[in-house]
């Protein structure tokens, strides 16, 4: 079936420096690829999507490109702030139940002043 | 701009009590879903709806069940609760859902603690 392998985390990092975060995908078909974010004590929201293969989405600095070949979305940003600290969730969209997303298991970023 | 509200926000739980989530959108959405989050385990969906007057069972449905009352709203019932159903729940709704790229917008979430 479909998944999402991300890496584990805790990430920590000092402010401005450079982010990567790892995503890779098993799925059948052309799923959507979607990165969310989730700050402490609040629900997900969407920071990116990429619908096809080559798309780049990006979003208040942060990018991440839809690469089919090595079926990977990872999740970039060149220069992190503290206020970056959360949760980052890969998820793709599973066309066999109306939508619904699969999610990886989240990555917790933390960035120090 | 409301979105997706969802409530309670937190509730503790005796095991073997019931209650229901209440999950409402205003968003004109057709596909709503209700997920699970436990630490180290990502999101898991419990059940979703893709229109009104219907439901399906997702990865994690045992222990709860659904109405879809109207196009605004979902609810969750956990009729016996049990400890391991303690979790952060997360209503979310989207337009046609994900497949074509449209966005799942979520709600707050709602924290449950069963003892």
């Known amino acids: 079936g479909n998944s999402v392998t991300q890496m584990e985390g805790p990430v920590t990092l000092s402010e401005e420096a450079f982010l990567t975060i790892n995503c890779t995908y098993t799925?059948?078909?052309?799923?959507?690829l979607f990165w969310y974010v989730q700050y402490p004590g609040e629900g997900l929201q969407l920071l990116l999507k990429?619908?096809?293969?080559?798309d780049k989405g990006s979003n208040k600095g942060f990018e991440a490109t839809y690469r089919k070949e090595t079926t990977s979305f990872h999740l970039e940003k060149g220069s992190v702030q503290v206020s970056d600290s959360a949760v980052y969730f890969c998820a793709l969209s599973d066309q066999g139940s109306q939508g619904n997303l699969i999610f990886g298991k989240g990555t917790k970023l933390s960035v120090k002043p | 701009n409301a979105g997706v509200t969802q409530t309670p926000k937190f509730q503790v739980l005796k095991t073997g009590q019931s209650m229901t989530l209440q999950c409402a959108q205003d968003?004109?959405?057709?596909?709503m879903y209700w997920y699970r989050q436990d630490p180290g385990m990502g999101l898991r969906l419990i059940y979703y709806s893709a229109s009104e007057g219907t439901t399906d069972k997702g990865e994690v449905p045992n222990g709860y069940n659904v109405s879809r009352l109207n196009k605004r709203e979902f609810s969750l019932r956990l009729e016996s609760a049990a400890p391991s159903q303690t979790s952060v729940y997360f209503c979310?709704?989207?337009?046609?859902?994900?497949?074509?790229?449209?966005?799942?917008?979520f709600g707050e979430g709602s924290w449950l603690t069963v003892v």
């Open positions: 799925a059948t078909g052309y799923p959507s």
């Open positions: 968003m004109n959405h057709n596909s």
């Open positions: 979310a709704s989207s337009g046609m859902g994900g497949r074509s790229g449209n966005t799942i917008y």
């Open positions: 990429a619908t096809k293969a080559d």
